[in-house]
């Protein structure tokens, strides 16, 4: 399921995934953390295209 949304995000389509798994958010090029409503972390990983 993650490859399918990888190809869709790769077309344009803009996915937003909502996990508490780690390995999952891992394969994600972008990882917002939210504590008590507020971002604490925000991280763009380096994708390569």
Do not use: F, K, Q, S
């Not at 949304?5 to 939210?34: S, V, Y």
Request: glycine share 4%; proline share 2%.
């Amino acid at each position: 399921m993650l490859d399918l949304l990888a190809a869709l995000n790769a077309e344009g389509t803009t996915i937003a995934i909502i996990t508490h798994d780690r390995d999952i958010a891992a394969r994600l090029p972008r990882r917002i953390e939210l504590r008590d409503g507020r971002v604490i972390i925000d991280i763009a990983a380096l994708v390569a295209r």
